[in-house]
């Protein structure tokens, strides 16, 4: 399915030295199985746990077109790293999500199907809606994730139903002009995107997505998937 479309994924990361391998190799299967375009950029801020390091080898083994590391000195923050990557990349989409494990890659291509079935502006993982979820939250966060989207929802009508998510699929030019107008940092910083795309009546796409906290360390991701992981990861290794 060429049309010349090209998804850039934008991974912040912080000492995620132990969750970075993983996570692009799942990127790359499911990009390399649904056959888009693509490119992973890593933007570590600093992680004093050697992230970029691990983050080197993996360009090694899967090629400087797909990896690019573009690192910063110091903890800079979500919004800016954003900014930062996005201008080094070359897709017409980009993707944003966490390089903690807890948005799975296997819902990108979901997203890209959504995507262009409404021609969406941008489309947003949703854990309130459909078969969506969130796992390894206490009560207490849960509700206060809920009772945080469901004030915007009140106050704001912003016409999408995960505002806090930050797994997420832009049209380029849209992300750059909604990052421009951006004004908060951190947790605010994914609702405000989404409430600005309202102002600017950018349509919104939603797709149900679980949402996994990092609290669980190895029990994220199934059993299979570690051992194929594995596999794969040493098939990599006497490849290359």
Not at 152 to 164: K, N
Not at 172 to 190: A, D, I, N, T, W
Not at 207 to 229: A, T
Request: hydrophobic content about 35%; charged content about 25%.
């Amino acid at each position: 399915i060429d049309n010349g479309d090209k998804y850039s994924v934008l991974l912040p990361t912080y000492n995620e030295r132990e969750n970075l391998p993983l996570i692009v190799w799942l990127l790359v299967k499911y990009f390399g199985e649904s056959g888009y375009k693509y490119e992973i950029i890593v933007i570590d801020d600093g992680s004093p746990d050697g992230t970029l390091e691990i983050a080197q080898q993996l360009q090694g083994i899967y090629g400087e077109d797909k990896i690019l590391l573009r690192p910063r000195a110091k903890k800079l923050g979500l919004g800016t790293a954003y900014i930062h990557g996005m201008k080094h990349a070359t897709g017409n989409f980009i993707i944003i999500m966490d390089a903690d494990l807890s948005h799975h890659p296997k819902f990108i291509p979901e997203f890209i199907e959504k995507q262009r079935e409404g021609d969406y502006d941008l489309v947003s993982g949703t854990r309130y809606r459909g078969n969506g979820g969130v796992y390894g939250w206490d009560l207490r966060r849960k509700l206060i994730s809920r009772g945080a989207n469901f004030l915007t929802q009140v106050l704001l009508r912003p016409g999408a139903s995960d505002l806090t998510g930050s797994f997420r699929l832009y049209k380029k030019e849209v992300l750059e002009s909604l990052v421009e107008r951006c004004v908060s940092k951190g947790y605010v910083f994914q609702m405000e995107m989404i409430v600005r795309a309202r102002q600017l009546n950018y349509t919104v796409g939603e797709v149900p997505i679980s949402f996994v906290d990092r609290v669980y360390g190895e029990s994220k991701l199934g059993g299979n998937e570690i051992v194929s992981f594995a596999k794969g990861l040493l098939t990599l290794f006497a490849t290359t």
